[in-house]
């Protein structure tokens, strides 16, 4: 403002004081952060960036099934309510008694029917050598027949002539016959041999058969005895334990849920918002029970068809009054490793999950 030194003089005029240069670079600066704060909270370019949003979204992992094989009571229950256990770690034990009488019964009787094999063989053997025994005995005899037929040619020259006498050739002739009949005989007699290595030889096929059948049951009774140790599958974070001791429990009953380290995300978008998703675009996760910690991941794959038909009742708008309701098509949403907040998720968390679809996979 300026005063008036004398009469006549014009009125005062209220100005504005000038702001240094300073100061104004100030105010454009909180001005534009303020307006970059209201963006980025409603998700705005450019920090929406292209990206789809959805808060139906979860924590998903493995939970497996842990339950018996075998039928029996429960001797021991080694772990306890949200125990991290290992591979092959034993989680129940089933009483064994009778198992291992199975198992002691099925080596019996494999060594039973090992026996009878043993046995089996052996009489092989000796019918190899009454084979072998006939077929001698056959050449003999029909050496003995050569022989005879010999002396029965002579007889017939030496008869002709008077030098033996027909009662001496009858006799030639006799002894003739009798090495026929003998051929005759060791040559049944070596078919017999035969037949009963044949026989010996079959029986020897059925008994290694019951062998391996015994093998078999041996191995089921150890299978079984084995089985009465329930162990964890793999390595994770036991749930509740419902088995308790003395308990009568039955194959396939759940004892125990075992829930694996692995974790990911299932974000169930809009039919419309999935026109730009696909596999290896960069997402973010937001979780509630992390006070709404930001973890990284990335899209591995989009579900093959909407919730509606993986539904055990499907919905039916062939009658009546239709109204169009969005579909939702799941995409599944990897977890970036080297993550420290990652290890502090578990299956059934709510999030938010957001995909950038600009961009792809930088």
Same mark, same amino acid.
């Given at each position: ?14 100005? /504005?004081?000038?702001?240094?240069? #300073? ?42 099934? +842990?339950? /018996? ?22 989680? *129940? ?36 050598? %009454? ?80 062998? !391996? ?8 009774? !150890? +299978? ?5 140790? *329930? ?7 036991? %749930? ?24 990911? *995300? ?32 990335? *899209? ?8 509606? !038909? ?12 239709? #109204?169009?309701? /969005? ?10 490793? %080297? ?21 792809? %996979?930088?």
């Amino acid at each position: 403002m300026t005063n008036a030194s004398g009469p006549g003089a014009a009125p005062p005029v209220w100005r /504005p004081s000038r702001h240094r240069p #300073v100061t104004i670079a100030v105010i454009v600066a909180l001005t534009l952060a303020v307006v970059l704060a209201i963006l980025a909270a409603w998700g705005l370019p450019p920090f929406g960036g292209g990206g789809v949003a959805t808060e139906n979204a979860y924590v998903r992992g493995r939970t497996t099934v +842990i339950a /018996p094989q075998v039928s029996g009571y429960v001797t021991e229950v080694v772990v306890h309510d949200y125990d991290t256990v290992s591979r092959d770690q034993v989680l *129940v034990r089933i009483d064994d008694r009778v198992y291992a009488a199975r198992v002691a019964q099925a080596r019996a009787n494999l060594a039973a029917q090992e026996a009878a094999l043993a046995n089996a063989v052996q009489a092989r053997a000796a019918r190899a050598a %009454g084979v072998q025994g006939q077929s001698a005995g056959l050449t003999s005899a029909q050496a003995q027949l050569l022989r005879a037929r010999a002396d029965m040619a002579r007889a017939n020259d030496l008869v002709r002539d008077g030098s033996i006498s027909v009662r001496e050739r009858d006799q030639t002739l006799a002894a003739l016959r009798a090495a026929e009949a003998g051929v005759r005989q060791a040559s049944a007699l070596g078919e017999i041999a035969r037949q009963d290595l044949r026989t010996v030889e079959v029986s020897k096929g059925g008994l290694e058969a019951q062998v !391996e059948g015994a093998r078999a049951q041996l191995r089921l009774a !150890e +299978i079984d005895l084995e089985n009465t140790r *329930v162990r964890a599958p793999e390595a994770g974070q036991v %749930g509740e334990v419902g088995v308790r001791l003395g308990q009568y429990v039955t194959n396939g009953v759940q004892l125990v849920s075992l829930v694996p380290a692995e974790r990911w *995300v299932i974000a169930n978008y809009k039919e419309a918002q999935t026109r730009g998703v696909y596999a290896g675009q960069r997402a973010l996760l937001r979780v509630d029970a992390l006070g709404g910690a930001k973890l990284k991941g990335h *899209v591995e794959r989009l579900s093959p068809a909407a919730g509606s !038909e993986f539904a055990v009742l499907k919905p039916d708008n062939a009658t009546g009054n239709f #109204v169009k309701v /969005p579909q939702r098509i799941g995409v599944r949403i990897a977890i970036d490793p %080297g993550q420290p907040l990652a290890a502090a998720l578990r299956p059934g968390m709510s999030v938010e999950a957001r995909v950038y679809v600009r961009g792809g %996979g930088s």
